[in-house]
C-alpha cells in the first residue's frame, strides 16, 4: 500500500504523489516565540519528525522547512513589559524551542528561516498582488482584499465569505474596503520596529511571513504544508489567498495534528494550565514523553495528564526492557533487516503510529517468549524488527541520541540543566511583573519536586526529598 494522507484542504484521505519523484518539501509553522514551550506546542514538531522520518525511511529525499515567527503583536507587548528590545525575547524563547525539539529527538530542519530575514520577500509578494488587484494600501496598512478572491477564499477551512466575522487585526478597521480584509503590512507605531516599503515604514502581518519563507525554500508549488489544527482559521486559510492569488501553486497536501487539551481546554499560556518542556521532563525521560506524544494518532485530541504520561512511560519501559535484554544476547543488529508489513501498513494509512506501536509491542512479545526459551535466531530476528521500527518513530533507545541522554533522567545534572531553563522565563516574568506566571513556573517546579527558594543572590532550588 502506497502512502495516503488526510489533506484538510479535500477532508479526504489521499494517495501521496510528490510533485518531483524521490523528492518531498514539506514547510511545518514553527514557533512564534513570545514565550517558552509547553508540550502542546512541542507535539507538532514531534508529529512531523515521525513523518519526516518516514518519507526518509521510504526513500525519499526530504527538504524540511520549519521557520520561527520571531516578531508579532505578542512579542511586542512582552518585549515591553520587560522593557527590553523585541529581539531578546524572541531569542531568549527562540533557543528555549531549539533546546526542546532536540531533546525530544526531533531532527533539525533541513532550513529554519527567521520571519524578520525575509522583509524583502515580503515586499515582492506584497506587489504582486497589489499588480494583481488583490491588496490595497491604506492608511499607512497594505490589506489583500478579501472579496477579489472570493470563489476560493474559505475552502481550505470548508467556510463561506458572507459567514466570517471582521479580521479585526489592526487599529485602523475603517480603512479597510471589507472588515473581512487582512492585513498583509501594519503601518509603523511609535516604540515598534518598523521596516521600508514603498506603502510607508511598518513590519509584517503575520500571514504574509509563512507565504514568502515557504516559497522561497520550497517553490512556488510544493508537497506538504503542516501545523496545529487551530492555525486553519485563519492563518493558513489566508496563506493559501495570499499566495495562489499572487500566481503560486503553493502546498498540494495540507496536514494538521490535532490539539492538547487539559480537560476541555486547549493548552494555552491564556488559560494558565501550560506545561514547560523542563518541568514534565522532572517527571519522565525525554523520550518517554516522545513516546507518549506520538501514541495518539496525529490528527487526534490528547487530554494530558500525569496519569496517561506515566502510563506512556510504563509502556515504553516494556519495550525498552526487551530490547536491553536481547542486546546483551544480540551483538550485532541487522539495521538493513525489512520491517514487518503491518507496521508499513499502519505508517502508510495516514501515519497510523498507534496501530505501528501496537505491531511493535506484538513482536517484543515474541522476543520475550524467544529469550526465555534461548531461541537466538528468534531473538536476532525480533530485536532487529524492534529496533528498525523504533528508528522510524525515533524511539530507539540504543540510539546515540538516548543513550547520550543519560538513564536516570533525576540526576542532578539533568535536573540543573531543565530547572535553569525554568527559573530563567520565572525571573523575566518578574522583571516584567507578571507574577502571576512567575508563581505558576514557582508551582509547576514544586509539583516536579523542585523546591525554589528567592534569596538576596537570587533564586536557589533543591530536590524534595
Known amino acids: 500500500m502506497s502512502l495516503r494522507l488526510y489533506d484538510t484542504s479535500t477532508r479526504a484521505v489521499r494517495e501521496f504523489v510528490p510533485i518531483q519523484p524521490g523528492r518531498v518539501s514539506i514547510y511545518l509553522c514553527g ?29 525519499y529525499d526530504v527538504t524540511f522547512c520549519r521557520n520561527v515567527t520571531d516578531l ?6 512582552v518585549a515591553a513589559e520587560e522593557d527590553v528590545p523585541w529581539f531578546v525575547v524572541a531569542e531568549r524563547n527562540q533557543r528555549a524551542f531549539t533546546w526542546a525539539y532536540e531533546a525530544l529527538g526531533c531532527l533539525p530542519p533541513t532550513v529554519e528561516p527567521r ?32 472579496m477579489s478572491y472570493a470563489e476560493r477564499y474559505g475552502k481550505l477551512s470548508n467556510q463561506r465569505p458572507e459567514n466570517m466575522r471582521a479580521a479585526g487585526d489592526t487599529d485602523n478597521e475603517s480603512c479597510k474596503h471589507d472588515p473581512r480584509d487582512f492585513a498583509l503590512w501594519k503601518g509603523a507605531k511609535p516604540g515598534e520596529p518598523t521596516w521600508p516599503t514603498p506603502w510607508g515604514p511598518g513590519r509584517p502581518g503575520w500571514h504574509l511571513e509563512c507565504s514568502a519563507m515557504a516559497t522561497k525554500y520550497l517553490g512556488e508549488t510544493f508537497d506538504i504544508h503542516g501545523g496545529g489544527v487551530d492555525l486553519i482559521f485563519p492563518h493558513h486559510e489566508n496563506e493559501v489567498a495570499q499566495s495562489q492569488a499572487a500566481g503560486d501553486g503553493f502546498a498540494r497536501y495540507w496536514l494538521h495534528n490535532g490539539m492538547l487539551k487539559i480537560g476541555a481546554e486547549k493548552m494555552s499560556k491564556s488559560l494558565g494550565n501550560s506545561l514547560l518542556i523542563p518541568s514534565i521532563l522532572t517527571k519522565v525521560r525525554a523520550v518517554e514523553l516522545r ?3 506520538v501514541s495518539a494518532h496525529y490528527r ?3 487530554d494530558y495528564s500525569e496519569e496517561s504520561l506515566a502510563e506512556a ?12 535484554r536481547a542486546a546483551e544476547v544480540i551483538h550485532d543488529v541487522d539495521a538493513a533487516a525489512p520491517l514487518p508489513q503491518p ?10 503510529v498507534p496501530q505501528a506501536l501496537a505491531v511493535i509491542h506484538e513482536v517484543v512479545r515474541e522476543g520475550n517468549v524467544a529469550l526465555a526459551n534461548g531461541n537466538k535466531e528468534q531473538v536476532a530476528r525480533l530485536l532487529a524488527e524492534t529496533q528498525n521500527m523504533l528508528d522510524v518513530l525515533g524511539l530507539d533507545p540504543r540510539s546515540a541520541r538516548w543513550r547520550e541522554s543519560g538513564g536516570d533522567h533525576r540526576t542532578r545534572e539533568t535536573v540543573a540543566a531543565l530547572v535553569r531553563v525554568a527559573l530563567d522565563q520565572r525571573q523575566a516574568a518578574r522583571a516584567r511583573r507578571d507574577y502571576a506566571a512567575a508563581d505558576a513556573i514557582r508551582d509547576e ?15 536557589r532550588w533543591e530536590l524534595a526529598h
Open 343 to 352: 507496521f508499513v501498513d499502519a505508517l502508510n494509512d495516514d501515519l497510523g
Open 115 to 146: 520571519a524578520m530575514g525575509h522583509i524583502p520577500e515580503m515586499i515582492e509578494l506584497m506587489q504582486r498582488l497589489i499588480d494583481k488587484g488583490h491588496a490595497y494600501a491604506a492608511g499607512g496598512d497594505v490589506y489583500f482584499d478579501v
Open 291 to 293: 513516546y507518549y506524544l
Open 445 to 459: 517546579l514544586a509539583a516536579a519536586g523542585v523546591i525554589v527558594e528567592d534569596t538576596p543572590a537570587g533564586p
Open 300 to 302: 487526534s485530541v490528547i
Open 31 to 59: 514557533a512564534t516565540v513570545q514565550a517558552p514551550p509547553h508540550v502542546g506546542h512541542i507535539r507538532s514538531g514531534v508529529n512531523f519528525d515521525v513523518l519526516r522520518r518516514w518519507l526518509g525511511r521510504s526513500g
Open 72 to 77: 508579532d503583536d505578542k512579542i511586542i507587548r
Open 313 to 324: 512511560a510504563v509502556g515504553y519501559q516494556r519495550i525498552e526492557g526487551f530490547v536491553t
